[in-house]
């Protein structure tokens, strides 16, 4: 079984209402989360980047190190058995005031 946790708290939509995210890859998190068992799933973090400054989330996300692999995505990616998804809200500094 695949895990989600939506740790979004400003941004109340379902992900389905969300036009585009940003999504990375994040390896280390697979062996320490939900993401365990015979075969260590793949654990993956997002951020809704449609109502936000995106290149300016996107410069953030390249720059941690714990997140590989960022990427735009329409849709969040599709999970398989034993992986693992962050969903949270753009740090406030990226943020765009409705």
């Not at 697979?30 to 799933?41: Q, Y």
């Not at 390249?62 to 809200?89: C, E, K, T, W």
Request: proline share 6%; net charge positive.
């Amino acid at each position: 079984m695949a895990y989600i946790e939506d740790h979004r708290i400003i941004d109340g939509r379902q992900p389905r209402d969300v036009r585009l995210w940003l999504v990375a890859s994040c390896p280390g998190f697979a062996s320490a989360g939900h993401a365990t068992g015979l075969f260590a799933g793949r654990s993956f973090v997002a951020y809704p980047a449609d109502s936000c400054d995106v290149n300016g989330l996107e410069r953030y996300m390249r720059n941690r190190s714990d997140f590989q692999r960022v990427r735009y995505n329409m849709h969040l990616p599709a999970l398989r058995r034993g992986d693992h998804l962050s969903i949270y809200d753009p740090p406030l500094k990226y943020r765009t005031l409705d």
